[in-house]
């Protein structure tokens, strides 16, 4: 799951500021955690908790208000009576990496993920984006076969993962659909060569950069392994104590 989060650290200084090359600095000093890392925290707090990802995700969205979020999901925490809203944006998919880490079969692993997108993004893309994420997470874990997880996100989701990012960079912009967002995500892991270097793909990419990177981030850790002690480090620098102590706790229990 750190994977996941030091993605979206990177990615956070060229969400709005995007760039079309890997020569850049890992992480700049002005990197921050967005609502990215603190709604994938949220998750993985359920999942050691109570397993009530809608109560989690309000919780930690309200206690962290200035983080990013959307102006749907900012009016969505503010409501007295939350309701979804039929999104199809790809923060369903931001959120859903520790999915793919605590369940241990596919079956698990859709159902869970339908369930931490359905209380905002009710849209059949906003779940789909959901659960070929944790999906991909998942397989990249448990069979480091790129190839496979190609073939197995393609036929369930229908996503064009044919592509290479080199081929997809220069017509691509800023999205926040999940449809826009996912299958470039997952191209960026799937092109790459370590976990390093399929971050650099994804922000590269010009995009979404955080989220980007936060999906391809997490399915890289999940595939390659253990991130470096460097990055380690600067993500336990820029997460406040609380962020750190639940993203440690899901480690210690996950093996991660």
Known sequence: MIGAIAGDIIGSVYEFNQIKTKDFPFFRQDCNFTDDTVLTV??????????????????????????GYGGSFRD???????????????????RVSPIGFAFNSVDDVLREATRTAEFTHNHPEGIKGAQATALAVFLGRTTRD??????????????????????????YGFDESCQRTVPEAIVA????????DAVRNAVSLGG????????????????????LPSIHKKVLEILTPELWE?????????GL
Do not use: Q
Request: aromatic letters at 12%.
């Open 208 to 227: 979404d950069s955080d989220t980007l990177a936060c999906i391809t981030g997490g399915i890289a850790e999940a595939f390659y392994g253990h991130v």
């Open 189 to 196: 892991f799937l092109d790459s060569t370590s976990y390093e």
């Open 146 to 171: 790129k190839d496979l997880i190609r073939k197995e996100i393609t036929s369930k989701f229908g996503y064009d993962l044919a592509r290479t990012v080199n081929e997809i960079r220069p017509s």
């Open 246 to 254: 639940i993203l440690e706790a899901f480690s210690a229990k996950f």
């Open 76 to 94: 969505w925490l503010r409501s007295s009576d939350p309701k979804p809203y039929n999104s199809w944006g790809n923060g369903s998919a931001m």
């Open 42 to 67: 949220a998750v993985a707090n359920a999942i050691l908790t109570d397993g009530d990802y809608r109560k989690a995700v309000l919780d930690f969205g309200r206690r962290y208000p200035n983080s």
